[in-house]
């Protein structure tokens, strides 16, 4: 499985972005997705993961009511839309797929939110 991400970019807080994450590969055999972000001396962290097949959402707290998770089946792509963004939302942000026997990450992108 290989993702690519995009969409990221400078904001100004309150503002919105939307990232794809596109897949290609063994697509069929993805049973999770989710997207990640890691700020500068931070860990990695999760921002919202949606599974294949009943479409089950998480998100983490600092980001509910906020952003929205989704997927295109068809497209094979993912798509996290960030509204009313924060400086502290400023991340490289990950896309992660999975299978039974592989975990995939994209390359990342960048989103800088200012104050």
């Known amino acids: 499985v290989q993702l690519v991400e995009s969409g990221g970019g400078l904001v100004q807080a309150g503002g919105s972005l939307r990232l794809s994450c596109a897949a290609s590969?063994?697509?069929?055999?993805?049973?999770?997705m989710g997207w990640y972000r890691q700020a500068p001396g931070k860990q990695r962290e999760l921002v919202a993961g949606i599974t294949s097949g009943s479409g089950t959402t998480i998100y983490a707290d600092s980001v509910k009511g906020r952003f929205t998770i989704s997927r295109d089946n068809a497209k094979n792509t993912m798509y996290l839309q960030m509204n009313s963004l924060k400086p502290e939302d400023t991340a490289v942000y990950y896309c992660?797929?999975?299978?039974?026997?592989?975990?995939?990450w994209g390359q990342g992108t960048q989103v800088t939110v200012s104050s």
């Open positions: 590969g063994s697509t069929f055999s993805i049973n999770y």
């Open positions: 992660n797929a999975r299978t039974v026997v592989v975990n995939a």
